[in-house]
């Protein structure tokens, strides 16, 4: 065992193999990254993205897109109730105030989080 998830075996005529993460993935079994907290809002994305794609093919050209800000607010929509936020709608009052829907997109396109 040379750190953590990194091991070397020795064979008899001395040269050495290094196992990580003990044979597993390595990107699971060695993972220091974003909790899955995290990992399933960027999935929901992806998935919600996918879906967006398919559903709307003869909108899209064949190049990079944003997310949709309608997209990225309805995952941190649905990921609210994990860390205890309840969100409230807004009133018609309120997103003529403000100048958005009242089911958002809240921000503009361009605005990033």
């Not at 064979?11 to 003990?22: D, K």
């Not at 050209?61 to 309608?70: D, G, I, M, Q, S």
Request: aromatic share 10%.
């Amino acid at each position: 065992n040379i750190k953590p998830q990194v091991d070397r075996y020795t064979f008899p005529s001395g040269r050495s193999i290094y196992i990580l993460a003990e044979g597993r993935l390595v990107n699971l079994g060695c993972a220091h990254g974003h909790p899955a907290f995290v990992m399933s809002n960027s999935f929901s994305n992806q998935t919600l993205a996918q879906i967006d794609l398919w559903a709307n093919k003869d909108r899209y050209e064949k190049t990079v897109y944003r997310l949709p800000k309608k997209l990225d607010e309805e995952v941190a929509r649905l990921h609210l109730e994990q860390i205890g936020v309840k969100l409230t709608r807004l009133s018609d009052d309120q997103a003529a105030y403000l100048g958005v829907p009242v089911d958002g997109p809240y921000k503009p396109e361009h605005y990033r989080y």
